[in-house]
């Protein structure tokens, strides 16, 4: 008797999740997954830029003008689905062996809801570096 009388209090004494809770975990998890799903995108978008900037790198740019290079990324991007970055976008710098390294950088702002909205900072370089 007195057995159960000690079970019966350890039970009152558990409580599981309240509804208040569960909302709050609720509208976090709907946050967090409207953020990745408004931010994949432009991540998206940025790793087809690096990848169509590190096959410019395997043509000889060294031996290409500032133009034919702009031009080359521009057909490139065009196939890629790249939107945000054109060619005059470019960064050209001529790198010690000889040849030439494209780099660019941009900003991204991708509104979250009402007046929220995140700003990305990207960067690549056809060096990798």
Do not use: C, W
Not at 15 to 42: E, R, S
Not at 52 to 60: H, T
Not at 112 to 128: C, E, H, P, T, Y
Request: avoid cysteine; aromatic fraction near 6%.
């Amino acid at each position: 008797m007195v057995n159960k009388l000690m079970h019966m209090q350890r039970v009152k004494k558990q409580q599981g999740a309240t509804l208040l809770g569960m909302l709050i975990v609720g509208a976090f998890v709907v946050f967090a997954a409207l953020v990745v799903m408004k931010v994949a995108p432009a991540y998206i978008e940025f790793m087809s830029v690096k990848k169509v900037l590190k096959a410019m790198q395997s043509e000889s740019l060294g031996t290409m003008t500032n133009k034919e290079i702009k031009d080359s990324f521009e057909k490139r991007a065009s196939i890629a689905y790249v939107d945000t970055v054109k060619g005059s976008d470019l960064v050209i710098e001529k790198a010690p062996d000889g040849g030439a390294v494209v780099s660019v950088s941009y900003e991204v702002v991708k509104p979250i809801m009402g007046n929220v909205s995140v700003l990305i900072d990207f960067s690549a370089r056809s060096d990798g570096k």
